[in-house]
C-alpha cells in the first residue's frame, strides 16, 4: 500500500489530533482528606449548624481532639506533579485543616481554617519533657563506665 507524498501533510496532522486528544489538560493531582474543604466549610453556620449537619457535609471526623470530644478535626492535603525542571516531584498544592468546636448540645461555636500559610506562622513551646523511663539505671550506667575503661586502654 502506497502514499503519495501529497498526503503525509494531513497523515502527519491527523498523527498530532490524535496524540493531543489523549493528553489532559487537567493537572494530576493525588487527593487526601475532604476535597474542597474550605468550600463546604463555608455552608456551616456558626450557633446554627449541628454536629448532623456537619457529618451530612463531610462525613466522620478524622479525629476528634484529646481533650475535648467536641472539637472534631477534618483535613484535606493535595499532591500535584512538578514541572520537567522539578523532574515530576510531588508538590504540595493545599494542605488543609478544619477545626470544629461543638457546645455541649452539639451546635457549632467555633470553626477554624488552617492553610499551609497560617500552619507555618504557628509557634511552638520550647520546653522539653524528660521522659524518666528512658533513662538509664545505675547497673546500666556502671556497666557502661567499666566498659568505656576497659576499652580506652586499646
Known amino acids: ?16 489530533f ?18 474542597f474543604l474550605e468550600n463546604r466549610s ?36 493535595v499532591l500535584i506533579k512538578g514541572e520537567y525542571h522539578k523532574l515530576g516531584k510531588h508538590i504540595l498544592k493545599e494542605n488543609n485543616v478544619l477545626v470544629l468546636n461543638f457546645d455541649k448540645f452539639g451546635i457549632l461555636q467555633n470553626k477554624k481554617i488552617l492553610n499551609k500559610d497560617k500552619k507555618n506562622k504557628l509557634v ?16 546500666e550506667k556502671f556497666l557502661s563506665s567499666v566498659r568505656s575503661k576497659m576499652y580506652s586502654n586499646k
Open 18 to 35: 490524535i496524540i493531543s486528544i489523549g493528553c489532559s489538560f487537567q493537572e494530576a493531582s493525588k487527593n487526601h482528606g475532604i476535597v
Open 124 to 139: 511552638f513551646t520550647k520546653k522539653e519533657t524528660k521522659n524518666e523511663l528512658s533513662q538509664k539505671s545505675f547497673v
Open 42 to 77: 463555608n455552608k456551616l453556620i456558626i450557633n446554627k449548624s449541628n454536629k448532623n449537619d456537619v457529618i451530612k457535609i463531610f462525613g466522620q471526623p478524622h479525629t476528634t481532639s484529646v481533650n475535648n470530644q467536641n472539637e472534631w478535626i477534618y483535613i484535606e492535603r
Open 1 to 16: 500500500m502506497f502514499i503519495s507524498f501529497k498526503y503525509h501533510k494531513y497523515l502527519f496532522l491527523l498523527s498530532i
